[in-house]
DNA sequence: TAAATTATTGATCAGTTGATCAAATTATAG
DNA sequence: CTATAATTTGATCAACTGATCAATAATTTA
């Protein structure tokens, strides 16, 4: 019963229930928002009382932290996956730009709920979670950073600030996430192809 | 008294009066974000009686996009002033870059709050307004679409595809906007400088 | 099977929300 | 100065919020 960690009681039908739970968080807040997402309408979206959730979970916040880091592991294993199977720097690069797209439309769903979350959620001192920008916690991020340090020292890119071109790769992935108009009238298979393009440029050129 | 227009009774009390509120709107939006920025909390800051914003705005939804249109005139003007005054394409863009960034630190506050209400309000059919995505009606899209444009046609730029590029730029920078831990290990002059840097290389260079 | 634990529910709680309204205050006009 | 209109308030409203609790129901254990 009393593990050291805080609790930490996983029976199987725990593990599923929380699962399920999470599941129609996620089509909750994909289908009204974050702030319409009360625990009744979850509730209902997951066919259980209001009351079963906060059995399984310790409040709204709990629930919530605990879909947000089910959303994180998604996106990052998908993106990994795909990323660091390929051999040189380069094709690295273009598979982390392709994949972080390419997930957007595949698990729209996913990714609306994320960016749901992140842009309302607070922690105890509310501050917001997108004022936090982990960095240094987030694998994708440093995959990026890894991609475009190993570039430079295998003198196959050129030299430039890492952390910046790492943001500005980064930012132009999250523009077409967010920007609903361009999404519908350039498509993403011409988005990523011209991304790559621009950064070969900025990039692997002679600097 | 009346207009052919909604209503648009403005004495100057009235137009102060609103002015006041918007200003506490976005004091408290930055302070305890959108979600707890109740009326109450609004008044507080105004030092006004809730029912006060009730009598001069239709409902919450009209106070935030009254404020919402503040906050945007208030950043486009800023950076249009500051852009359209250079007389060449490059030192344009390289202006557009500088400025835009250049408007987060100055002007913080508002910035926040902007970001508040555009990911947090939506339209009566429950659309998020960050799926929005105005473009067209977006007049810092358009200029800097039209110094891609006019880059482009007097060969000082070379050839892409405007939209993508004009996404990518405006990405590289909103993604100094929100990640608070970049913004404190870069710093703005540093981080403006690099993607000049960058967008040169991938817009002026060879093609 | 019987006992004990775990899972689930409906009812209910106090707290907040945005909105409304009559009454009070202030400004404006005649 | 008086009457009329505009401004501001406190009180109050129903609706909804997240959370709690005792009472069942289901499952596990002995």
Redesign the pocket.
């Known amino acids: ?1 009393g593990n050291e960690k805080a609790d930490e ?6 593990e ?2 929380r699962k399920q739970i999470i599941e129609a968080a996620i089509i909750t807040l994909n289908e009204i928002g974050y702030v ?8 209902k979206r ?18 919530m932290n605990a879909t947000l880091l089910q959303l994180i592991t998604d996106k990052t294993s998908y993106i990994l996956e795909r990323t660091q199977a390929i051999s040189t720097v380069r094709d690295k690069l273009h598979a982390f730009i392709k994949t972080s797209i390419t997930y957007h439309s595949e698990r729209s769903t996913y990714n609306t709920a994320l960016i749901e979350i992140v842009f309302h959620a607070r922690t105890p001192d509310n501050v917001p979670y997108y004022k936090l920008n982990d960095d240094e916690d987030d694998p994708l991020s440093n995959e990026l950073q890894q991609i475009l340090y190993e570039g430079q020292s295998k003198e196959v890119f050129c030299k430039f600030h890492v952390s910046v071109m790492a943001s500005a790769i980064q930012g132009s992935i999250d523009e077409y996430l967010f920007n609903g108009k361009l999404n519908s009238k350039v498509g993403l298979e011409l988005y990523s192809m011209e991304l790559i393009r621009l950064f070969d440029r900025a990039i692997v050129n002679k600097c």
Chains 1, 2 share one sequence.
């Open positions: 019963m009681k996983s029976t199987f039908i725990t599923a229930r319409k997402s009360s625990l009744a309408q979850i509730a997951a066919k259980v009382s209001t009351a079963l959730i906060s059995y399984h979970f310790r409040d709204k916040n709990d629930l």
